[in-house]
């Protein structure tokens, strides 16, 4: 095997590809931006992932990496090449194919150049069809070579969360392949047997079409999910005696539900579900289609963060002039991603009603600079964004925030209320001591 490459170094690619480097493959690592080109060149990773930048580092150190912009060098040094560019949404909804088309027509030209083999595994997420109707034909075309015989195609989608993205790859749950033929499934499945050797997963051999369609599936029910629980949150809200902790738990335990993704919060954000949801509606609706319950859980989700802001009215009234504290920005803990963050929805919201704002989170201060710029202040630790504060919402549950105790709060802030944005902390142990409100609890 000459090696692999990896077209697009997001945090899928340059994950994927620092895990390829690892397990001894030879990789080459596309993307056209230069700038991000020189950090990577340099071991810097652009963005927190854990374990990444170690991996990057001796990737390119024992020179089983190379990360470049010249796609010709990739396809050079390649039989199988994963395309994980962006896909993110128009500002209708629809998913913006740029970037898709960018990489397909690139890769055809160079294939064309480069003698052999080639197989082709789009890993971008991509609506149905794409791979069929716009990825092959443009390979087609520029390559001047046939799909099927000269280079193969499949859609191999990720299921990688954030902040677990290294294990994610190393260890998937499962491995779906979506092939436009059977000679390129055979060669992406051997491909993975040898990756994977005695600890490969389930495999599922399909269509590109299903293959596209369950990965939207997959975001879209895990989405859901949680907007389940947080509708049911907003009754427990409604009703002294219930809380939605023990509900999720009590119904978790089922095994057709399942415990997981049934956490309260928020709402969802990040970089996949806001987008993936939005782009399969409006896919949807083209087809005629309303898909009203995954609609219901991206509006539930639309309300979900303003609930944070409606509970520090009602602990410590009017939000005019008061001070508050919003820990967290990050769209999850151990991240610095602020896509679509519930904490930055919430921010907006305090801003709206006239509140002074200061933010803190662990990771995501840059990030947080970069969409607020002077519309907030920022605080260097949790403990000196509370002090003075007229109230706390907590919008991201970093381990950091759990660790602060009701007397933190009590000593520092001038009007002590908590607003348990992600039910980190003991309402027994908080009531007491400061004014409390948590979702899901009345
Ligand atoms: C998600 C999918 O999990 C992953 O398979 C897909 O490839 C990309 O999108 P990610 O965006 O990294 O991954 O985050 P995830 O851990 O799934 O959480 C998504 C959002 O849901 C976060 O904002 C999180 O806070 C929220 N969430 C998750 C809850 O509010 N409650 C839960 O119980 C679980």
């Known amino acids: 095997m000459r090696g692999a490459s990896v077209v697009g ?21 596309v993307d056209i931006d230069k700038e991000k080109l020189d950090m990577l060149r340099r071991g810097i990773v652009p963005f927190y992932e854990p374990h990444l930048q170690e991996m990057l580092a001796k990737g390119l150190a024992v020179k089983a990496m190379v990360v470049t912009d010249n796609l010709e060098e990739a396809t050079r040094n390649s039989d199988v090449m994963f395309v994980t560019v962006g896909t993110p949404s128009n500002p209708d909804g629809s998913i913006n194919l740029d970037q898709v088309k960018a990489a397909s027509t690139g890769i055809g030209s160079t294939l064309k150049k480069t003698p052999g083999y080639h197989l082709v595994v789009i890993r971008s997420t991509v609506t149905p069809g794409t791979t069929e109707h716009l990825v092959k034909p443009l390979l087609e075309s520029t390559s001047g070579k046939s799909c099927g015989s000269d280079f193969g195609l499949c859609v191999n989608p990720e299921f990688l969360a954030e902040g677990l993205a290294v294990h994610g790859t190393m260890n998937p749950d499962r491995i779906i392949i979506g092939e436009c033929d059977k000679d390129a499934g055979d060669a992406l499945g051997s491909f993975y047997a040898s990756f994977h050797g005695q600890r490969m997963p389930s495999l599922l051999r399909t269509t590109p079409m299903n293959s596209e369609l369950l990965k939207y599936a997959n975001n879209a029910f895990l989405a859901t ?118 904490g930055l929805v919430v921010i907006h919201g305090l801003l709206r009603e006239g509140a002074e704002v200061t933010v803190y989170d662990p990771k995501a201060m840059q990030n947080a600079r970069a969409v607020l710029g002077e519309k907030v202040r920022y605080a260097r630790s949790a403990l000196e964004s509370i002090e003075g504060a007229d109230c706390c919402i907590v919008a991201t549950e970093w381990e950091e925030f759990r660790k602060l105790t009701a007397e933190d709060y009590a000593k520092r802030m001038r009007i002590p209320s908590v607003v348990d944005g992600r039910r980190i902390y003991d309402p027994n142990l908080f009531k007491s001591k400061v004014r409390f409100a948590a979702i899901g609890l009345a």
């Open 225 to 342: 999910k949680v907007s389940f629980i947080n509708s049911l949150a907003s009754l427990c809200e409604q009703i002294p005696g219930a809380d939605v902790e023990v509900v999720a738990k009590g119904i978790g335990l089922d095994p057709r539900i399942g415990p997981l993704f049934l956490r309260a919060g928020l709402g969802w954000g990040g970089s996949c579900f806001p987008k993936d949801l939005r782009a399969l509606v409006e896919f949807a609706r083209a087809k005629g289609e309303g898909l009203p319950v995954i609609r219901s859980a991206y509006d539930v989700n639309e309300f979900q963060p303003l609930r944070a802001v409606r509970m520090a009215e009602h602990l410590i009234g009017s939000l005019r002039g008061k001070r508050v504290a919003v820990l967290g920005v990050s769209f999850k803990p151990e991240t610095d991603d602020t896509r679509e963050a519930s």
């Open 9 to 29: 170094l997001g945090y899928v690619g340059l994950t994927m590809a620092a895990c390829l480097a690892d397990r001894g493959i030879k990789t080459t690592a």
